[in-house]
């Protein structure tokens, strides 16, 4: 295995365009390295990448699998966005299981439980019931988490908000020392955004997959 053909660093496009020339059996031992490269989608080779192993998707499968049972979650978003979304049912349900796995987990951050279920039920891989079921369960929990804070605390979160706009307009010099001071409230404050996000982001998915 050549690993000196591979990208040196996230600018490194000569090294792809050099990879899409060569044998498909110099690049399928290579494919655990190339799909590394999709774990920032904002390095400037990623969508190369992307576009390369797009040729390969039945042999990427098994390396799929082996990060999906990782817990690097923003990689897992990455892959199942750019590109399992974009494979053929038939590649799709060879990942079914995996799928199902993800779509149980509760991700809270990037959401990959969300986008698991949206590609199963977009081929028709899980049915309406068990969909939205799941989907309602999640919901279920957020609306729980989301009832232990407190009306004082969304009103200093509101306050908060305000305060640190009025910096970034007035004095962006002391923006610093607003999130130290407010570390722990800010933090807290980011979660309860976090989780109105999710909870209509499960509402939103369960009216799309309802209407479909």
């Not at 923006?175 to 404050?189: D, G, S, T």
Request: proline share 2%; aromatic share 8%.
């Amino acid at each position: 295995m050549n690993h000196n053909i591979l990208p040196k660093d996230k600018h490194d496009f000569k090294s792809v365009e050099a990879l899409a020339r060569l044998e498909r059996s110099m690049i399928i031992p290579l494919l655990p390295e190339l799909l590394e490269w999709l774990q920032d989608m904002n390095w400037p080779i990623a969508a190369e990448i992307v576009d390369l192993l797009s040729k390969y998707t039945s042999e990427t499968i098994p390396h799929v699998k082996t990060v999906f049972s990782q817990s690097d979650t923003g990689w897992i978003y990455n892959i199942l966005l750019y590109l399992i979304n974009e494979w053929d049912t038939d590649l799709v349900s060879r990942l079914s299981s995996s799928l199902r796995e993800l779509a149980q987990t509760i991700d809270i951050y990037e959401d990959t439980d969300l986008l698991s279920i949206k590609i199963l039920w977009k081929h028709q891989l899980i049915d309406l019931n068990e969909a939205t079921t799941l989907l309602a369960r999640k919901q279920s929990l957020i609306e729980d988490s989301l009832h232990t804070f407190r009306a004082e605390q969304k009103a200093m979160f509101s306050e908060l908000e305000n305060e640190g706009q009025h910096i970034l307009n007035t004095d962006v010099g002391q923006i610093v020392n607003y999130c130290e001071r407010n570390k722990k409230v800010l933090m807290q404050k980011d979660q309860y955004e976090n989780l109105l996000r999710r909870y209509e982001e499960i509402g939103a998915t369960i009216r799309s997959i309802s209407f479909t």
